[in-house]
């Protein structure tokens, strides 16, 4: 099976008309036939996408940590899977950052999810001052040890990785191809590490961070990347088509 996905994160942009055109713009598309698409909108279009006969998948950008109840604002895995939701996004650094969630909560919303049968695509990734002090590789592995590998192997093996330095993300500095090379090829052998080499062949590794049309070639050729969680680029339908095309 292939390991080619692009995924768009949305995140919280874009009115009921905006986000509705960009997703009929990229939804009435043919897209190369080993290459998943999966965008995320915000929750609040989720069903109105996730329900409908889709050319792409549909994840959320957030999960509830609890299964259902007192629990003002949030939306339950359940929830998600009864919309046809399939992927969500869990620890993305926006929200490890903005809302303090840490790799425990984490560890608690992949639980959610994967009772459920949804993918989460799992995000980890360092600061500028982590990378300044070499420690990229101890940031990233604490963040799968403790959020991630605590599960099953047959519960991995259906999980993505997204692996997205934060100096990378929303400010246009990419990492190099070799950065990220050096990072998935790292992902990938504590996966062998930790599960075995068959799982760690089999899972895709997304790079995340100021990915965009004329790097998205070059990143993609790595052997160890295998696709991108877009951002910025993909709120607009072109580009987006484009880094799908970029393998
Ligand atoms: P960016 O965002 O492509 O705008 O850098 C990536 C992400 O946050 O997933």
Known sequence: MSRKIVAGNWKMNMDVEEARSLYNDLNDVEYPKDVKVILS?????????ALKNNN?????????????GAYTGEISASMLESINVRYCLVGHSER?????????????KVKQLLTKNITPIYCCGESLEE?????????????LNKGLFFISKE????????????????TGVTASSDQ????HGFIRQVLQDNYNQDIAENISILYGGSCKPDNATEIFSKP????????????????????????
């Open 41 to 49: 909108p915000p929750a609040i279009y989720l069903s109105e996408f």
């Open 56 to 68: 792409v998948f549909i994840a959320s950008q957030n999960v509830s940590s609890c299964s259902n």
């Open 96 to 108: 490890r950052q903005h809302f303090k969630e840490d790799n425990e909560l984490l560890a608690e």
């Open 131 to 143: 990378r300044e002090s070499a420690k990229e590789k101890e940031v990233i592995l604490n963040q």
């Open 155 to 170: 519960q991995i093996s259906k999980v993505v990785i997204a692996y997205e330095p934060i100096w990378a993300i929303g």
């Open 180 to 183: 990220a090379q050096e990072m």
């Open 224 to 247: 160890d990347v295998d696709g991108g969680l877009i951002g910025g680029a993909a709120l607009d339908a072109n580009s987006f088509k484009k880094i799908i095309h970029s393998f």
